[in-house]
């Protein structure tokens, strides 16, 4: 027998790459590596529409089935939106090779059966078998009978040279690998609003609220960004692109899904989807009793992380595993109650006291109903619909309820450390529980935020910049976070910045009223009166109410503007609105302040440290409202009774 091995060892080298490479029109795909070209020029594609293209290629002219696609690209051990994902990924591969479901010209589709690869398809089939006749050896002319041995040797010799392709293939695949980048890792991600599919708007707040609780629940995981709920409420109902989202927020992955309820049963789905690519890493349904809605939650949560490759730290699992059940009525109270906070309106804050209220009730040792009273009370004692003392007392009641049943809870050491700073000017007390607050939680963009205004009023603005530039990273679309953020440049002397700060909130919204007041403080310290007047106007304007705020600052401005007739008129407005119980003392002192009329301010000043007023706690920060007072020797004496730590 005489055998050709350079032949042999070159059919099984191409035979090897012909399994690894697969042509049909004008593409290519090579199965080692998971790439699919177009006249040589490579597309991209998703993971799992590049599998089922190599699933169909398999076996082109036969129907794979949807179970069978299920079987090999769906863990088994995962509640899946199947019929969802499969129904996207087939969508996406036609997209990328140009085909229809109408009139397919690779992929065709048999109803509620499967699909079938319809093109000719170049190294399958026939071809095989044509390769492997090239390989039987050929016998002399003389006809000698084969023993068995010779064919024995054809089979090591055959055997060996495909050997030799197959490590020579291993070692090009190696090499490959290592010049291959790898996929970047997740560190952050985004809540979307999870859709109300009830068909019923009623059941808003159920969606809205589970969002929340998700965040939070993702939020609590150590090594992820989680974005907070302010700016994910952007994208509600948006037409974007999960791509768009992601580089608007910043984020390596979003999470989306929905909501429906049916009676006592709700269904979730999510799905993990990475923001550069469009890639979906993960998808799960969950279908439970109403009661169970905490549960949910956490599994969709852990199911994350573990796609995700982020391991529950031993103080996560602890406080999962200690976490007490809640009454499914509590529960349901508390997102009701959350669902209006979130308005912040007047009218949706009480709602939302009246809410929490009846969780706390239903189950008097819900720590996370009393959280929300807490928060809803110390923003009624700041909003003017509360008298502000009784607001913040209540406030404060609430918090230590909360801590005293749940201590890991970072919301209400947050509003306990607000209510130490503003009202009772417990400066120790204050720091210590904002620290515990963005300890428990590093994502908690509200916890940042309040601690950054503490750093400023005692003059550590350094700290207090790099705070309030966490909270925005953590929320990067809050409208009040990036004000604030130019408010604690502003403090600290840094105008430039402050004021190319407030220009990008008011390109968020030109609208914003509390902008529009900051960039009349930027220009205030630039001794441009006119325009600093002209933007406390327009911060009034834009208000929906008479905001004693914006109308003290309108008045602080006529006065440092020379206007006085008219400051005067504002500070008779103040007045009229202190008597009805509308105004704090502290705002007519201000105004007297600017004025130049020191006797009045002080004694204004005097009733409003009696009354614990909040404005006091900025008695300190320099640019801003007490600025005229502080050559006064009495400015000193009320700045340390306020006890402002140097």
């Known amino acids: ?362 189950d008097p040792n819900y720590a996370a109903g009393y959280s929300g009273l807490a928060d809803a009370y110390a923003m009624l004692g700041f909003r003017g619909g509360f008298p502000s003392k009784d607001a913040l007392s209540r406030a404060k009641a609430a918090a230590l309820k909360a801590i005293e049943l749940d201590d890991t809870l970072a919301e209400p050491h947050a509003s306990l450390a607000f209510i130490a700073e503003t009202h009772e000017w417990d400066w120790a007390t204050a720091e210590r529980e904002y620290k515990r607050a963005v300890t428990l939680n590093p994502n908690d963009a509200q916890s940042h935020h309040l601690y950054a205004g503490y750093l400023v009023y005692v003059g550590r603005f350094d700290e207090g910049i790099a705070e309030e530039m966490r909270a925005r990273d953590l929320d990067p679309l809050s409208l009040p976070i990036n004000n604030a953020l130019a408010g604690r440049l502003l403090a600290a002397g840094r105008n430039d910045e402050a004021l190319a700060q407030v220009q990008k909130t008011l390109e968020l919204d030109s609208h914003f009223p509390p902008a529009h007041q900051t960039l009349g403080w930027v220009y205030l310290n630039r001794g441009k009166h006119d325009e600093s007047i002209r933007e406390f106007q327009t911060a009034l304007q834009l208000s929906a109410s008479d905001n004693v705020d914006l109308v003290t600052d309108l008045g602080f401005g006529y006065a440092a503007g020379g206007k006085l007739d008219q400051a005067g008129k504002i500070l008779a407005r103040l007045k009229a609105l202190h008597s009805q119980g509308l105004a704090p003392s502290a705002s007519v002192g201000i105004v007297y302040g600017a004025m130049g009329e020191m006797n009045e301010a002080f004694a204004w000043l005097a009733k409003a440290y009696e009354e614990r007023d909040p404005e006091l706690t900025y008695i300190k920060v320099p640019g801003r409202r007490f600025q005229p007072l502080r050559h006064d020797p009495r400015y000193l004496d009320l700045a340390r009774r306020v006890g402002v730590p140097d």
């Open 1 to 362: 027998m005489v055998i050709d091995y350079g032949r042999a060892l070159k059919l099984c080298m191409e035979s090897t790459n012909r399994t690894r490479r697969t042509q049909f029109g004008a593409f290519e795909v090579d199965l080692r590596s998971g790439e699919l070209y177009k006249h040589g020029i490579r597309l991209k594609v998703q993971d799992q529409p590049f599998q089922i293209l190599a699933l169909l290629l398999e076996r082109p002219g036969d129907v794979v089935a949807r179970e069978e696609l299920r079987q090999k690209l769906w863990p088994a051990d995962t509640f899946v939106d199947f019929d969802t994902g499969l129904n996207s990924a087939i969508k996406k591969l036609r997209d990328v090779l140009g085909d229809s479901a109408e009139d397919p010209r690779y992929i065709e589709t048999l109803p509620r059966r499967g699909y079938r690869f319809v093109a000719p398809v170049n190294g399958s089939a026939g071809q095989g078998e044509r390769e492997k006749a090239l390989l039987v050896p050929q016998e002399p002319e003389s006809h000698a009978p084969a023993g068995l041995g010779r064919r024995v040797l054809w089979l090591v010799v055959v055997a060996a040279a495909c050997l030799l392709g197959v490590a020579g293939w291993a070692w090009r695949l190696s090499r490959s690998h290592q010049a291959t980048p790898t996929v970047p890792p997740i560190q952050s991600l985004a809540v979307l609003p999870l859709q109300n599919l009830s068909g019923d708007s009623s059941q808003d707040y159920l969606a809205d609220g589970m969002t929340e609780e998700l965040i939070g629940r993702l939020a609590n995981i150590q090594g992820l960004r989680v974005i907070s709920r302010t700016s994910a409420m952007h994208f509600k109902n948006t037409q974007l692109s999960v791509p768009e989202i992601a580089r608007i927020l910043g984020v390596d992955a979003i999470v989306e899904g929905s909501v429906i309820r049916e009676g006592d049963q709700v269904r979730v789905h999510a799905q993990l989807i990475r923001g550069a690519s469009d890639e979906h890493i993960w998808a799960g349904e969950y279908q439970r009793q109403c009661r169970s809605l905490l549960t949910v939650q956490d599994e969709v949560a852990r199911n994350i992380a573990e796609r995700i490759e982020i391991s529950l730290t031993p103080q996560d699992r602890l406080a999962r595993a200690s976490a007490r059940p809640v009454e499914p009525e509590a529960y349901e109270d508390y997102l009701k109650g959350r669902y209006f906070f979130n308005e912040r309106t007047q009218d949706a804050l009480n709602k939302s006291i009246g809410f929490f209220e009846q969780a706390t009730a239903q």
